[in-house]
C-alpha cells in the first residue's frame, strides 16, 4: 500500500504515531511518512482515525 500524508490538513494530533509507529512520525509538528510503501494494516487504521483526513493509504 502507498501511504502519504496531506502537510496542509495535518494538525499534528499524532494518532497515527500512536497507532503505527512504524510507518508514521511528528517533526516540526506535522506527521510524516517513515514507510512510503507498506504491507503494514495499522496504516490504513491510521487512515481512518485522523480527524482531518490528512491521510491516504491506497
Do not use: H, R, W, Y
Not at 496542509?8 to 512520525?25: H, N
Amino acid at each position: 500500500m502507498k501511504v502519504e500524508v496531506d502537510k496542509e490538513k495535518c494538525i499534528g494530533c499524532g494518532a497515527c504515531v500512536s497507532i503505527c509507529g512504524d510507518v508514521f512520525e511528528l517533526k516540526d509538528g506535522k506527521a510524516e511518512v517513515k514507510e512510503k510503501e507498506t504491507s503494514k494494516n495499522c496504516a490504513k487504521e491510521a487512515e481512518g482515525l485522523c480527524p482531518v483526513d490528512a491521510i491516504k493509504v491506497n
